[in-house]
């Protein structure tokens, strides 16, 4: 069963806030590493990662490394958010569907690069806070609910870029199912502790994979992937 959240009210951040350090975060851990798009670049340069995170942990918030967000679940470390949306090729018309939404930040990054986002979890706590953050933050072009996302969102499909947050056991059917002819989908597949980032492409005449590295996610929970 699904449970619809809705927008709120907005609260902008002082866009001066901790810019030097998204900077050295940008140009160190992203631009260092092969990140190019510049619309990507932008987007990283602007969203406020910090305050998707608790206020203990805002001072490592441009560090190179995940983070936790409660529940036992993690913000993903800043170059693997860059590389997998990077990866979708968006570029500002797109409907995306983001699979985990957690601290809403990857939410945040899409939004700023595509026409509408919808993003599902599976936990409401982290809906309900990551909702409240991009509600302040003005991000009025998403939705969020709370459900299974291994089925997607069918409603709405079709979709023009899905991004999958969290580790699978096999690429969830449903999700390239969802895909527009074209559309790009970016899912960690593998075991519990380790994956590989897997890029699919749906074309006229089938599924195209392109494997972009290895990496290491917190679990795809649900009906096409793991069972708990
Ligand atoms: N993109 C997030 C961010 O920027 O903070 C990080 C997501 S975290 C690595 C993975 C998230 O996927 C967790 O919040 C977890 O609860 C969620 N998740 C796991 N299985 C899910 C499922 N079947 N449907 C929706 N969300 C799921």
Redesign the pocket.
């Known amino acids: 069963m699904f449970l619809y959240v809705g927008a709120g009210t907005v609260r902008r951040n002082d866009p001066t806030n901790l810019a030097h350090e998204r900077t050295k975060m940008v140009e160190s851990q992203l631009v260092a590493r092969g990140i190019k798009n510049p619309r990507v670049l932008a987007a990283m340069q602007k969203v406020h990662r910090h305050v998707?995170l608790e206020e203990a942990l805002q001072c490592q918030a441009y560090g190179d490394h995940?983070l936790p967000?409660g529940?036992k679940?993690?913000?993903?470390q800043p170059y693997i958010?860059a590389l997998m949306t990077q990866a979708l090729e968006l570029t500002g018309r797109e409907k995306a569907l983001?699979?985990?939404?957690?601290?809403?930040?990857?939410?945040a990054i899409l939004a700023e690069l595509a026409d509408m986002v919808y993003s599902?979890?599976?936990?409401p706590v982290?809906v309900y806070k990551a909702r409240k953050v991009l509600d302040e933050l003005g991000y009025f072009n998403v939705n969020i609910r709370i459900?299974?996302?291994?089925r997607g969102w069918p409603e709405e499909s079709p979709y023009d870029a899905i991004i999958v947050?969290?580790a699978s056991p096999e690429i969830p059917a449903p999700l390239t199912e969802q895909l527009t002819t074209g559309g790009r989908l970016v899912v960690p597949v593998g075991g519990r502790y380790s994956q590989e980032l897997i890029r699919v492409e749906r074309t006229e005449t089938g599924l195209i994979q392109t494997n972009l590295g290895g990496c290491r996610?917190?679990?795809?929970?649900?009906q096409h992937?793991w069972r708990d």
């Open positions: 998707f995940p967000i529940e679940q993690t913000i993903s958010v983001e699979i985990g939404t957690g601290s809403g930040y990857q939410t599902v979890e599976r936990i982290l459900g299974d996302g291994t947050t969290a996610f917190v679990s795809l929970i649900g992937g």
